[in-house]
Nanobody, 123 residues
Framework: QVQLVESGGGLVQAGGSLRLSCAAS???????MGWFRQAPGKEREFVAT????????RYGDSVKGRFTISRDNDKNTVYLQMNSLKAEDTAVYYC?????????????????WGQGTQVTVSS
């Protein structure tokens, strides 16, 4: 069982940056890790994913070129660097871990989820 805790959310102006962190209670070296988000009144959507060793990353179309996912397996932590933030990035951001180890855009591939951290971008 892996427990995930997100941090780093907050209020930022449009055009600004935030870095989210996801700390795991156990080793994540065999897991693919992902970030998803859910805005009010909308379904949860894929943001970014990274495979078990960090060699493959994938991004949602709306964040490509602005967000970067990375991981530090020694620290059991995954990061999401968010730059050039827009009002439409406002959402609760969730970290997730997948046994499969493959970077997947699909929610159903993920076995463990954090509680989420709120990101609010003011325009």
């Amino acid at each position: 069982q892996v427990q995930l805790v997100e941090s780093g959310g907050g209020l930022v102006q449009a055009g600004g940056s935030l870095r989210l962190s996801c700390a795991a209670s156990g080793r994540i070296s065999g897991y693919a890790m992902g970030w998803f988000r859910q805005a009010p009144g909308k379904e949860r959507e894929f943001v970014a994913t990274i495979n078990w060793w960090g060699g493959t990353t994938r991004y949602g179309d709306s964040v490509k070129g602005r967000f970067t996912i990375s991981r530090d397996n020694d620290k059991n932590t995954v990061y999401l660097q968010m730059n050039s933030l827009k009002a439409e990035d406002t959402a609760v951001y969730y970290c997730a871990a997948s046994h499969g180890g493959i970077a997947s855009r699909t929610e159903g591939e993920y076995n463990y989820w954090g509680q989420g951290t709120q990101v609010t971008v003011s325009s």
